[in-house]
Every structure is written in structure tokens, then in C-alpha cells.
């Protein structure tokens, strides 16, 4: 296992973890052609959203198959939503219709970095906590090292620091109300400047451990060679039942 730091922490290969990978996997070539999720399709196809999009059962078991392993066990979380199916293809990312030139280039170069929970509210897209998640956990489901996960490391204390400041004469109940755009790109911009951008490729088997408050994105494709199934992950992001928690805890 990787040293790890506040921002992540990656876990060794694992058999159990593995078998849950593969199971997974299996399930997600059938998600990726129904033609029930189209719609998750972004960028000319070259990557599947995917939200909700994994149906584990509340356990996390896919297919008889259970969800245990060490990274489970330190988490100790028995209750799992329905993960996120991300999965990029190459040439990822291309434009998108709606999307401006500087939009584009903010995805193609700074791999589209946000805090997640913060979502575009409104038609201006303000930035407002919708969704304060306890962690996020990157589980890989097939072996490729294109369009990895990318984080900034020393990110989450210098978010935490920001988002406190500007929540700081709000209560919790009041988060989800209070524009938070204006502090959260300048704490962005301030973590391009001093952080160090990481990719972070993992294997099946592997976890990926972020926490909650770090800067990430996913960086572009850059093999161009035929690779049909693309880079697959499943991520599980659970919600916080204090809002509070998002601040509060390490």
C-alpha cells in the first residue's frame, strides 16, 4: 500500500476486492449497451457518466458476488447506493455540444477538477453544496492505465480552510442555500498553483481512498489504439446524514 497522505490512499491488491471487480465489470458491459442509459453518454461517447448507474445491492454485493476487502473494513460502512459506473473511451475528452471553448479547455487542461457535492444550481450553474459526501472510493473494474484519476495533493486543507470561512456565519442546515462559487474557485486556483497535480492509475483488485474534500478530475486519453470497452471504474460516494460532518470530521 502507498504511503498515505490526507487526500488519498491507495490499496494494495486484494483477492476479495478483485473477485468484486470482476463480477462488476461483468455486470457493466450489459449497463454500458442498454439502451436505457443513452442518455449517460457525454463528449461524442467518449465517456459514460454513469451516476447511480452500477446496481449493487445495498450491502454493495454485485451478483452474489460480496464487497469486502481491507479498504471495506476501514471504512466500516454497511450501507452502499447504487455506484457510479465512469467510464472514458479513447479520445476523451471531445467537445460536447453547449459546451464553451473555455469549458473544453478547462477539462482537457486541468482534467475537469472539482470537489464533489458541489453542484451547478440555477441557470447561472452557482456552485451550492447539494451533496456532502463521507469519501469517495475508486474501485477499477478492468486494467487500463489511460484517463486515470488525477488529485491534488494538500487540496483538501486548503478547501476545508476555505469553505469554512464562508460558511462559518451559517448553520449546517443553511449549506445547501449559500453560494459557494466565488470561494471554491479561488481555493482551486490556489491549489493549481501550490499543489502537486498525481495520477493515480490502479489495477483490479486495487482501491483508490480520496477524501471527501480533495481536488480531482480525470486526465485525458492519450493512446489513441482501438480500445472498445474503456477504462472502467466504479466510484462510491455516501452521503453524509449530519452536514456538519463535512467540515468536522478529519
Known amino acids: 500500500m502507498a504511503e498515505p ?20 465489470d461483468k455486470v457493466a458491459t450489459a449497463v454500458l449497451a442498454d439502451p436505457a442509459q443513452a442518455d449517460q453518454y457525454r463528449y461524442a461517447k467518449t465517456w459514460f457518466v454513469g451516476v447511480d448507474a452500477l446496481p449493487n445491492a445495498e450491502d454493495g454485493h454485485v451478483e452474489g458476488v460480496p464487497l469486502k476487502g481491507p479498504v471495506i473494513d476501514q471504512l466500516a460502512h454497511d450501507h452502499w447506493h447504487s455506484a457510479q459506473l465512469s467510464v472514458t473511451f479513447p479520445g476523451y475528452p471531445q467537445p460536447m455540444d453547449g ?3 473555455g469549458q473544453h479547455r478547462f477539462r482537457t487542461q486541468r482534467d475537469a477538477a472539482h ?70 474557485q479561488a481555493a482551486r486556483k490556489h491549489c493549481f498553483e501550490t499543489c502537486a497535480r498525481v495520477e493515480l492509475s490502479a489495477r483490479p483488485g486495487e482501491a483508490l481512498l480520496l477524501h471527501r474534500l480533495t481536488l480531482h478530475g480525470v486526465a485525458p486519453w492519450q493512446d489513441m489504439r482501438p480500445f472498445p470497452q474503456g477504462r472502467r471504474i466504479a466510484y462510491f460516494r455516501p452521503h453524509l446524514a449530519d452536514p456538519s460532518d463535512w467540515l468536522d470530521l478529519p
Do not use: K, M
Not at 5 to 24: K, L, M, N
Not at 135 to 149: A, E, H, M, R
Not at 161 to 183: C, K, M, Y
Open 115 to 184: 470537489v464533489d457535492g458541489l453542484l451547478p444550481h440555477g441557470p447561472a450553474r452557482r456552485r451550492h453544496l447539494i451533496e456532502p459526501h463521507a469519501f469517495i472510493l475508486g474501485l477499477p473494474l478492468n486494467d487500463s492505465d489511460q484517463s486515470p484519476l488525477v488529485v491534488w495533493e494538500g487540496s483538501a486543507d486548503i478547501l476545508r480552510a476555505a469553505f469554512r470561512q464562508a460558511l462559518s456565519d451559517h448553520t449546517p442546515e443553511e449549506w445547501s442555500q449559500i453560494d459557494l462559487t466565488e470561494p471554491y
Open 5 to 24: 497522505t490526507r487526500d488519498w490512499q491507495r490499496f494494495a491488491f486484494d483477492v476479495d476486492i478483485a473477485r468484486w471487480a470482476e463480477a462488476a
Open 99 to 101: 459546451e464553451s471553448v
